[in-house]
């Protein structure tokens, strides 16, 4: 007889995701806020403020200091989900100064997870685009449920870094759909304010139409940032320990290994 592990449900990893917030609600979004916010306001102006349009040197910058943010910020969103568990409130201190041994293998990590879902991304909008179906790209989400985990995975375990995807990939194995479905409302909220945005005249593209400003425009684009980045941090944190709690408690594929 072969006993059925448990399931990652959603509803869990969304409550924990949205209590941990609630609960940590300052801290967190102040470190969003300087972590995304702030560098996606500063990024955007400099490049509304050019007498240039933006050309391909600026959508490549644009990838790596994304990068870079997220990386950061999803791994100090990880270690506060983290500590919390394990009961400990962190201080503002603890949680600026990692240490070097700690920020390398986060900030590598989190960085080469990026630009891996980064490449499937623009890949399949070339692909999209040369086909007439330029949604396609948005295909590249599939990438998240292999990789999306890693940077939670560089701060809790600390593998280094290629094995810390590879750690990625193996927890996730038996979740991938549902985590593609948490990843999919990030996307649809993203891309929903900034389509919103462009509609009401608060776009920050070259060519917008920014009725209001480009102030109010750049500040909507940080804010919608932060806040789509908070909250997939949270639910990748969420995800990551609901996983390991249910391979804890999940019974043996062979139920008399337990009188070995």
């Given at each position: 007889m072969k006993l059925a592990s448990p399931r990652l449900r959603l509803d869990h990893v969304l409550t924990e995701a949205l209590?941990?917030?609630?609960?940590?609600?300052?801290?967190?979004l102040l470190l969003g806020a300087l972590l995304v916010g702030l560098p996606e306001f500063l990024f955007d102006y400099?490049?509304?403020?050019?007498p240039?349009?933006?050309?391909?040197?600026n959508a490549i910058s644009s990838i790596v200091i994304e990068a870079f943010?997220?990386?950061l910020f999803h791994g100090g969103v990880a270690y506060l989900f983290w500590q919390e568990l394990e009961g400990r409130r962190v201080a503002w201190g603890e949680l600026m100064t990692p240490g070097f041994k700690v920020l390398v293998p986060l900030v590598a990590t989190g960085v080469l997870m990026n630009l891996i879902m980064e490449?499937?991304?623009?890949?399949?909008?070339?692909?999209?685009?040369?086909?007439?179906?330029?949604?396609?790209?948005?295909?590249?989400s599939v990438i998240y449920p292999f990789?999306?985990?890693?940077?939670?995975?560089?701060?809790?375990?600390?593998?280094g870094v290629f094995a810390a995807l590879g750690r990625a990939f193996q927890i996730a194995r038996g979740a991938r759909l549902k985590l593609l479905a948490l990843f999919a409302l990030y996307i649809v909220f993203a891309f929903g304010a900034d389509w919103l945005a462009e509609g009401v005249g608060l776009g920050t593209y070259y060519d917008s139409e920014r009725a209001f400003g480009l102030f109010p425009a750049l500040l909507t684009c940080a804010v919608a940032s932060t806040l789509s980045d908070v909250y997939l941090a949270a639910i990748a944190a969420a995800?990551?320990?609901e996983i390991r709690r249910?391979?804890?408690?999940?019974?043996?594929?062979?139920?008399?290994?337990?009188?070995d």
């Open positions: 209590e941990f917030i609630v609960r940590n609600a300052p801290k967190v400099a490049t509304l403020a050019a240039t349009p933006p050309d391909e040197g943010r997220a990386s490449v499937g991304f623009y890949a399949l909008a070339i692909v999209g685009a040369g086909a007439g179906a330029p949604l396609l790209y948005l295909a590249g990789v999306g985990l890693a940077v939670v995975v560089a701060v809790v375990e600390r593998p995800a990551y320990f249910l391979r804890e408690i999940a019974p043996p594929e062979d139920p008399a290994t337990v009188f």
